[in-house]
Structures are given as structure tokens and as C-alpha cells.
């Protein structure tokens, strides 16, 4: 995968505190591991990698949410009886 594509995969997967310890793994500032997400400086390999090694084994947010949605919904259909 390229550094973009990557930093795709971590956007999808991102929660709060991982910029931090990507940070802390890299041995820079968060302001640094920042910038380069939001492109403001270059993206770099080494970034990239750190990024993807947090978030590789999770689940999408929008998945979380879709499975969200359906333990809802079953939960509002057994409340209503008909289970």
C-alpha cells in the first residue's frame, strides 16, 4: 500500500488518543504526526507505517455503526414483542 492509501485506512479506523501514541512511537511531536495528516507537511513511509500498525486490526467506524444500528434495531423489535 502507498503512504495515502495508508493514511485512507487509519482515517476510516481513527479514535481519540491515536495520534498520540503514534507519536510516542515515532519519537516526535503530535503537532508533527498532525501536519502530516492533514497533509500540511509530506507524509512520510515511516508515518504511514506507524499509522497503519495502530489501526490494522479494527473495524471500520462506519461498520461499528451499521452493527450499532442492528443490535438497535433487534432490541427495539424484541421490546416490542415480537421475538
Request: hydrophobic share 35%.
Amino acid at each position: 500500500m502507498t503512504p495515502v492509501q495508508k493514511l485512507v485506512f487509519f482515517s476510516e479506523r481513527r479514535k481519540r488518543g491515536d495520534v498520540t501514541k503514534a507519536a510516542e512511537m515515532l519519537g516526535v511531536t503530535v503537532t508533527c504526526v498532525s501536519r502530516q495528516i492533514n497533509f500540511n507537511d509530506t507524509l512520510n513511509e515511516k508515518t504511514a507505517n506507524v499509522l497503519f500498525e495502530i489501526t490494522k486490526r479494527r473495524k471500520t467506524n462506519q461498520e461499528k455503526l451499521q452493527n450499532a444500528l442492528k443490535r438497535i434495531q433487534v432490541l427495539n423489535f424484541e421490546l416490542d414483542g415480537n421475538s
